[in-house]
Structure formats: structure tokens, C-alpha cells
């Protein structure tokens, strides 16, 4: 309970009057309420609301709409007003009125207050007139202001207060929630030709018949100058605030640039009605599925092969297709490359798959953006897939290096890759994040090795350390917190006193005024305890909030952790002889590994142990080995 000693005017049925000194520059005093001026910045206006409210005033009547756009310019557009009406009149904040208002409940998003029902003891007012014990409501204009010298100065739901003032029963609600930023949209791209498509139509002649033998456009055929794509300009998103009113800027929408977008035979192109990807030639469309690279080019086909009797070394700007041989020392480059025949030189590709459908011998295919497809035996050769998949039957004395590889039988191969599959592995040396092996063994002289690539993440112990030390800190205070608030309210005189104010509040019990004058007097015996208890209560709560952030906190490091180190695993179903499976630690990227020469490749896979953990060595049995991430804190 609390003394309602109003003010003289109030007891009179007077209106309250403004403050008397004038309000803060940036609100404005007119005949029909209190103005807030739009022409100032924002910060400085919410200065003036916050010096306001600090100074014991709040806002009868109040627009909380209207003052969150005024703000914070949340909520609809105002069409140019230089001031705008937030409220009826600033009041003063009494102190009687004060006392009713309790801290709210913060969390990282959201504030909660429990509401109940309070009441003002009986007072009697200076003219002798007494005031019997009354129920006390609270006001939501107040419960802004209040809710502003608590740092909440965002996101409150009023109509939720409201209903709950209301309700008058004992109630927790959500009373108020940040606003996470509106992402964007991001920038792309839209057909704008309706020859992009093939059509299988039967195609129409001039003359209007139909010939049944032809297709509409089985091929798209562009003519040069046709504009295929326009680019569809990003539109930023909104910011959010939390519930200090702290800005929470929007990630930015992803940019595109079209002329990225632009391959052989084509050009990105400002016009007046915006950007546009046009054809330059005469052509078939030609887009690359790792790039989305757009280009207007011819495809060859040649059934002669590649040598230096027929073509030299090729140097091309599209796809290639051969049905001959590739022979020794010829250079083929292009992109999306496939070889019907034999392969003995080196393959050059920029990007798209590299198929070939029968062996590579003594020669090489690299392929800096796609997948490379071997149907047959690859043979003393290097083979490399800078960003795609290697797949091959049978291997022998080869070095591969992919994202992924997938090898039916490999013998005396040194392997690496984000992810290996290797059905028949014989005195090989194989590296990757994730391998999985069904039947490994050594081959003849040479041995099995299996390296599984971890990722060396220690650069977060520290930050992890730190957290936990603290936790630790903060769950001893909490702990001693809550030891102390059970002493207190264990004391005979504390515990008879909460006993009669529970029954109180909860109109258990009634008193008589000679009763309410003893309470009184008890209450007076434990103030200082109540006091005590109160500080206890607070700190507490606050010591609560800090080890649910900290906690918080240390969960999202160690995900962080987790996602850094990524997966390692190394499952190996049998092994046929002696095989040795241990950790290669690795810092930056394992592309970087990955694009190493072969002779170094080889002699890193090879080489002796540096560091890593030994995880089988043995000349039989089988290993399923996952990395495990540290675990989260308990909540």
C-alpha cells in the first residue's frame, strides 16, 4: 500500500495545469494539447521527451503512435506536417503516483511487467477530511513515462497495457518488444526475350504451312542487338530499433552487377528505361550454370581429333565437343569440354563440366569451375576441379584434388577433397573433411594413409575461457543472492509480515483501522529487513539477467566455433592390410591445400606426421570418427 496525498487541485476536481517553466525546446504548448516539432532531429527530440519525463512530467492523453514516429520514424508517412499533436497536456508525475510503478523485467527483445491489484492506505488530507483504504489504478500515460526512466523507450504495446490496467487482476504480460530491422530486396535479374526459350513446335513457313520435319526454335537463335535480361535495382530495407531506441540498421541487399553477368557475345548496356543485357552477335544462347554467365556463341564439333596434324593447340571461347583423340603435348582450353576418345594431353577448362568418355593417359584436365567426368581409367595424371566434383572408375599413380571425388578403384593415387567416397583404395594417401572409404590397405611397398582435415579453430578458447569464468561468477553471486533472500524471509517478524500482506493484496484478509495501525507499526519494526530484502530481490534479478546473457552469449561462441570448424569424419568400413588414419590440422581455407602443385601435394600427403592425432593404425578393423563439437552450456 502507499499514501495517496493528492495534490490541492486534484482534491478540489481542479485540471492540472502544464509545467510552469515551459517545456523542452522541440515541444510545443498549443490551445489543443502538447506538439512535438517535426523540423528538429531526431535525437534531439527524444532528448526532450527523455528531459521531460526525467524532470517528474508525463503526457496526459498521449499519442504513443504518434510519438514513435516523431522519433523514430516508425509507422505511416505524415504528408510534410511540421508539428505534430502527441498529447492532451504535460502533467506533473506525483510522487504518490510514482511509488505504485514497479521496474519492469528486461530481457534481449522483449519487457515484461506484472501487473496486480494495489491500493492506497487511508490518509487524512490537511482540511481533516479522511480518506479510507482505496484501491490504486494504475494509468498508462504514466506507465510510459515510468517505462522511459527504465530505459524502455520503444516497442510498447499500450493497447496490451491497457487491457491489462483493465483486467485488474494479478497478470505477467509482454508489455513491450523491439522491431527487428525488413530486410530488403535484392537486386536481380528479368527475361525480357521471349527467345530465351526453345520451342518444339512444329515451325511455320512463310507461306503458312506447317513443316512436321523442323522444330519452331529446338536451339535458341539469337540475333545481335535482342535485349535478353534487365537487371531489377535493389530496394534497401527498413531499420529496426530495440527497446533503448537504438537503431538496428537492416543488412544490405545484395548488389548485382550485370555485366558480370555478361559472356561471349554479349554486353551489359544502360538505357533510358534501365540496364539491360543485349546480344552483340549472331548466335546460340549459351548460359553456364556455375557462373549464370550469359554468352551468344557457336558450339564446335570436330570428329578429327586434336594433334598437330590436324588442329595444333585450341584456344577456346565455348564449348567444345571432339569424338577423336587428344594426343600427347596438345593443349586443349575452353569450357564445357567433352572428349568422346582417348585423352594423352592436357585439358584446359574455365568452366562447365569436363566429361570424357573413354581414358586419360600420362596427361592432365583441370577445370577451374565445374565437374570433371572420367568413364574410364585415368593413368599417371593429374586431375584438379578447382570449385566441382571429380568422378572416376579406376585410377593409378594419379594426384586429384576437388571439392569432391568419387573413385570405384584407386591405387597409388594421392587424393584430397572436402568430401571423398573411394570404394577399393590400395597404397594410397588420402586427405579430405569427410572421407569415407569401404576397403583401404596398403600395396606392395607403398603405405595407406588417411589424413582428415580439422580445421583449427583455438582463436575462440580464449573469448570461451573468459565467459565461462565469469558464468561461473555470476552463478556463485545469484546463488549467495538467493541464500540471503531465504535468511530474510525466513525472520519470524519478515515472515508474519509478507504472510499478512499476501493475504492483503489478495483480500484474504480485512482490517480494522486499530488492525491497520498495528500492521503499520510492524511494518515499521521490519522496515529495515523489507529494505534489505527488496535490494536483494533487484540484485538478484539482475545477476539472473547477466548469466542468461552471458549464457546466451557463450552458446552463440561456440556455434560459432562449430560452424568454423566445419565437419570432419573419417569412416572406414575395412582394412585389408595396415592403414593409418590421423588429423591434419589446417589453417585459412582447404581450397588452399587443394591448390597446391602436384609435387607438393604429393609430398605433404606423404609426408611425415606433423602434429595430428592418431586415430587408427592397425591392419584390420574398421573406424567411424566424427569430430566433436564442444558442448553447450545447460540453460
Same mark, same amino acid.
Given at each position: ?15 492540472p ?31 526532450a ?64 511487467y ?45 493497447a ?54 523442323s ?67 549472331d ?30 593447340n ?36 574455365r568452366?562447365?563440366?569436363?566429361? /570424357?568418355?573413354?581414358? @586419360? ?5 583441370? $577445370?577451374?569451375? %565445374? +565437374?570433371?567426368? =572420367? &568413364? ?16 572416376v ?73 573468459? /565467459?565461462?569464468?565469469? @558464468? ?5 553471486? $545469484?546463488a549467495? %543472492? +538467493?541464500?540471503? =533472500? &531465504? ?26 483501522a ?5 500492521l503499520?507499526?510492524?511494518?515499521a ?111
Amino acid at each position: 500500500m502507499v499514501h495517496d496525498v493528492a495534490p490541492a487541485a486534484l482534491a478540489a476536481g481542479q485540471e492540472p495545469q502544464a509545467p510552469g517553466p515551459g517545456l523542452p525546446l522541440g515541444l510545443l504548448k498549443r490551445a489543443d494539447g502538447i506538439y512535438i516539432d517535426l523540423g528538429m532531429p531526431a535525437p534531439a527530440l527524444a532528448a526532450a521527451v527523455g528531459h521531460l519525463f526525467g524532470s517528474g512530467w508525463f503526457l496526459a492523453g498521449l499519442d504513443y503512435p504518434a510519438l514513435i514516429k516523431a522519433l523514430y520514424g516508425v509507422g505511416p508517412d505524415l504528408g510534410g506536417l511540421q508539428a505534430l499533436r502527441l498529447a492532451a497536456a504535460a502533467l506533473p508525475f506525483a510522487p504518490e503516483r510514482l511509488a505504485l510503478y514497479q521496474p519492469p523485467r528486461m530481457s534481449l527483445t522483449y519487457a515484461e511487467y506484472y501487473f496486480q491489484p494495489l491500493y492506497f492506505e487511508e490518509v487524512t488530507l490537511p482540511d481533516g477530511t479522511l480518506l479510507p483504504e482505496r484501491p490504486a489504478r494504475l494509468d498508462s500515460d504514466e506507465f510510459v513515462a515510468w517505462m522511459w526512466t527504465q530505459g524502455v523507450r520503444f516497442g510498447i504495446d499500450v493497447a496490451a497495457v491497457r487491457m491489462a490496467l483493465a483486467g485488474g487482476k494479478a497478470e505477467r504480460i509482454t508489455f513491450a518488444s523491439d522491431l527487428a530491422p525488413a530486410p530488403g530486396r535484392d537486386a536481380a535479374v528479368i527475361e525480357v526475350s521471349a527467345a530465351l526459350h526453345r520451342s518444339d513446335a512444329p515451325k511455320a513457313r512463310a507461306d503458312g504451312r506447317i513443316d512436321l520435319q523442323s522444330f519452331q526454335n529446338r536451339f535458341p537463335q539469337i540475333k545481335a542487338g535482342v535485349r535478353l535480361l534487365k537487371k531489377q535495382e535493389a530496394v534497401p530495407g527498413l531499420p529496426g530499433f530495440d527497446l533503448a531506441g537504438r537503431r538496428t540498421e537492416p543488412p544490405p541487399p545484395r548488389e548485382l552487377t550485370l555485366a558480370l553477368l555478361a559472356g561471349e557475345g554479349t554486353e551489359a548496356r544502360r538505357c533510358e528505361d534501365g540496364e539491360y543485357l543485349l546480344s552483340t552477335r549472331d548466335g546460340f544462347l549459351s548460359v553456364d550454370a556455375k557462373s549464370n554467365r550469359v554468352a551468344v556463341t557457336d558450339k564446335i564439333v570436330s570428329l578429327e581429333g586434336v594433334s598437330g596434324r590436324t588442329t595444333g593447340n585450341l584456344q577456346l571461347a565455348g564449348a567444345y565437343e571432339e569424338y577423336g583423340d587428344v594426343q600427347e603435348q596438345r593443349e586443349l582450353t575452353g569450357s564445357d569440354i567433352t572428349v568422346h576418345g582417348d585423352v594423352y594431353g592436357n585439358i584446359h577448362s574455365r568452366g562447365g563440366a569436363v566429361r /570424357l568418355g573413354r581414358n @586419360l593417359v600420362g596427361g592432365s584436365v583441370h $577445370n577451374a569451375a %565445374g +565437374e570433371i567426368r =572420367i &568413364a574410364g581409367v585415368a593413368s599417371n595424371a593429374v586431375i584438379h576441379a578447382a570449385d566441382g566434383a571429380v568422378s572416376v572408375r579406376r585410377a593409378e599413380n594419379c594426384v586429384i584434388s576437388a571439392t569432391r571425388v568419387q573413385v570405384d578403384e584407386a591405387s597409388n593415387c594421392e587424393i584430397i577433397g572436402d568430401e571423398v567416397r573411394v570404394t577399393l583404395a590400395e597404397g594410397c594417401a588420402i586427405a579430405g573433411r569427410n572421407v569415407e572409404v569401404e576397403s583401404a590397405g596398403p600395396r606392395r611397398r607403398t603405405e595407406m594413409v588417411i589424413h582428415v582435415l580439422v580445421k583449427d579453430v583455438t582463436q575462440f578458447d580464449r573469448q570461451i575461457a573468459e /565467459l565461462e569464468l565469469r @558464468l561461473a561468477a555470476f552463478a556463485q553471486a $545469484n546463488a549467495d %543472492g +538467493e541464500r540471503e =533472500i &531465504a535468511r530474510l524471509s525466513a525472520l519470524p517478524d519478515v515472515r508474519r509480515y509478507l504472510a499478512l500482506a499476501a493475504k492483503l493484496r489478495t483480500q484474504e484478509l480485512l482490517l480494522t483501522a486499530e488492525q491497520g495501525q498495528h500492521l503499520r507499526k510492524i511494518a515499521a519494526a521490519v522496515a529495515a529487513e523489507m529494505q534489505a530484502l527488496t535490494r536483494q530481490k533487484q540484485d538478484l534479478q539482475v545477476g539472473l539477467t547477466q548469466h542468461k546473457l552471458l549464457r546466451d552469449r557463450l552458446a552463440q561462441l561456440l556455434a560459432q566455433q562449430a560452424e568454423a570448424a566445419g565437419v570432419a569424419r573419417c569412416g572406414l568400413h575395412l582394412a585389408t592390410g595396415e592403414t593409418v588414419v590421423r588429423t591434419l590440422p589446417f589453417t585459412g581455407e582447404a581450397a588452399l591445400l587443394r591448390q597446391l602443385p602436384a609435387r607438393e601435394l604429393k609430398q605433404r600427403l606423404r609426408g611425415s606426421a606433423n602434429g595430428g592425432q592418431l586415430l587408427f593404425a592397425d591392419s584390420a578393423g574398421s573406424l567411424d570418427w566424427h569430430l566433436q563439437p564442444r558442448p553447450r552450456p545447460a540453460p
